[in-house]
Nanobody
Framework: QVQLVESGGGLVQAGGSLQLSCTAS????????MAWFRQAPGKEREFGAA????????FYADSVKGRFTISRDNAKNTVYLQMNSLRPEDTAVYYC????????????????WGQGIQVTVSS
């Protein structure tokens, strides 16, 4: 089993920045990649960004590309999401997720999920 704990959310004004962290514990050696998804009020959960834990390859949704950066610190079993130029439409609950296979863009492939953390961007 793998446990994921998110931190770093909160309230920020439009144009501001926040950094989310996700720390994994347990059988982290079995993981292929970690990712951030988000779910806005009244909408389905959507993919945001992902990173492979060995090669450090990154993947981004078009909606966050150029504004968000995902990174990892394998020594700390932690993945970060640096969010810049935040917009009100980025308001959502952000979920950290981990996958053991290479189906990085498929939400159904993710086995482990954090509890979610609120990010609110005011206009």
């Amino acid at each position: 089993q793998v446990q994921l704990v998110e931190s770093g959310g909160g309230l920020v004004q439009a144009g501001g920045s926040l950094q989310l962290s996700c720390t994994a514990s347990g059988r982290t050696w079995s993981l292929y990649a970690m990712a951030w998804f988000r779910q806005a009020p009244g909408k389905e959960r959507e993919f945001g960004a992902a990173i492979t834990l060995t090669g450090g390859d990154t993947f981004y949704a078009d909606s966050v590309k150029g504004r968000f950066t995902i990174s990892r610190d394998n020594a700390k079993n932690t993945v970060y999401l640096q969010m810049n130029s935040l917009r009100p439409e980025d308001t959502a609950v952000y979920y950290c997720a981990a996958i053991r296979s290479s189906g990085i863009l498929r939400e159904s492939e993710y086995t482990y999920w954090g509890q979610g953390i609120q990010v609110t961007v005011s206009s």
